[in-house]
């Protein structure tokens, strides 16, 4: 398994739905899939190194069950949206102004986005981490010359008296 598929929470290949109609996406007489939605489809998954394989799906019905029970990842083709299709599975940017665009499960409610949230924290866990220590090592040295100056002149009042002052 790929590791953008991993990061993702994705098992293998990702399951891509082709609404079959030409000129957008079709699947010919030996199994090749052709175009446009295809060639798109294509090109972003090599960009981002996902593994995926196609089921061709011939009814929009089809596509549109077959993301909500969970029997594909994403669906391409000659997928337009409509106010029916909003209320059943999110979409992508439309990819021109005919509104074709790729369609994606719609996942939503409290669990989607602590998933969402969690995704994110692991993908900036690193700048997380510099932030937190930068901040630390901060306060600890402004602890650290407070208390120095504290000692060697008596009289001077700080409002750093312990690390933790220093760190708030």
Known sequence: M???AAEHGLDGPLRVAVYDLAPYASV???GLYSGVSVDLWRRVAEDLRLSYRFDAV???DEVLAGLEAGKFDVAIGAITITPERLARVDFSYPAHRSGVAVAFPNKGGPVAAVA???TA???HISLISVTVGLLVL???L???FERRSRNVSEG???AVTSLFDGLY
């Open 121 to 123: 924290v692991r993908q």
């Open 58 to 60: 011939r009814q929009m």
């Open 156 to 158: 001077h009042e700080s």
């Open 28 to 30: 010919d007489g030996e």
């Open 142 to 144: 402004v602890w650290r």
């Open 2 to 4: 790929d590791s953008v």
């Open 116 to 118: 969402f949230y969690a």
């Open 138 to 140: 901060t306060g600890a």
